[in-house]
């Protein structure tokens, strides 16, 4: 079969916009180009673009049926911690409740609590019978703490109030 000669600055455009895009769009845009290039695309665009013949076969399936095809890279990555133990927020809502204050000026509607998260890891080991090994580490636990509405912060001490300069009415003469 006589294949169509490609330029080097018409491969280097195929190979980089092709890099550029992702997922259906990808697969869209690699089809087209081989209809394009007429009989024997598909084996060109693999030996001189080094694209893979299923993506391309895929990619025409979608562009011909106008569906796309479900490729399985929005599922992946880690479980949410909140999925790996179910009680989780109940567990941690439990250790903070009696050790947090709302906003002493009520400015906001923060909770704040004494309770670092470090803390909380433990005592979710200590009191929940969670294994150390595979607790939420203490990071995870500070973000699930903030979405649960707790920050953590220093409970600060009252302060005595200064002497004020300001003469109080027994003291004028």
């Not at 869209?28 to 665009?45: D, E, I």
């Not at 880690?78 to 927020?89: C, S, Y």
Request: contains cysteine; glycine residues 8%.
């Amino acid at each position: 079969m006589d294949f169509m000669k490609l330029t080097e600055a018409t491969r280097m455009l195929a190979k980089e916009t092709a890099e550029s895009l992702k997922g259906y769009v990808r697969r869209l845009f690699m089809a087209r180009t081989v209809r394009a290039l007429g009989p024997g695309g598909q084996n060109l665009a693999e030996k001189e673009f080094g694209w893979s013949g299923q993506t391309i076969r895929k990619g025409e399936h979608e562009l011909e049926s106008g569906i796309e095809c479900l490729d399985g890279r929005r599922g992946r990555g880690p479980k949410r911690a909140e999925e790996i133990f179910p009680n989780l927020f109940a567990d941690i809502r439990a250790i903070v409740d009696g050790q947090s204050q709302t906003d002493p000026q009520f400015r906001n509607q923060r909770l704040y609590t004494r309770l670092s998260a470090a803390e909380v890891r433990r005592q979710l080991v200590k009191k929940h019978g969670y294994q150390e090994s595979t607790a939420p580490s203490a990071e995870t636990i500070r973000v699930k703490l903030n979405v649960l509405g707790y920050h953590p912060a220093r409970v600060a001490k009252t302060k005595p109030k200064k002497r004020s300069r300001k003469p109080t009415p027994s003291l004028t003469p």
